[in-house]
């Protein structure tokens, strides 16, 4: 979590550089749940190429596109085609990777 100017692991350690924080700390989704288009949300310390993956239930993926970010910076991908259901969706890129439960209505 973000402390008052100091980035904290979720042990609570300290961390020294930016390249140290998970990807999850940089990115969030929403709406969720979504009835179709799907935003991700990157902070001002996202840069680079990520490759969003969106998987159905059974682990198939159904939705793949790749994303230049470089600072704060909103993407959206279109799930309109996609059934009503839950996914989950991977976002990745050479530092790792995180995956985050999405519905859509």
Sequence with gaps: EYITGAF???TGNLV???NELPLEASIAL???PTSGDLN???NDIAS???NVVVFNTIGSAVLSQNMDVNGAVVRTINM???PTGIYMV???NENGS???KVIKN
């Design 30 to 32: 929403y709406p969720n």
């Design 40 to 42: 991700i949300s990157f």
């Design 98 to 100: 995180t995956t985050k």
């Design 8 to 10: 904290l692991d979720e």
């Design 80 to 82: 309109n085609e996609l």
């Design 90 to 92: 991977q976002v990745s």
């Design 48 to 50: 680079g190429n990520y």
């Design 16 to 18: 020294s550089s930016v």
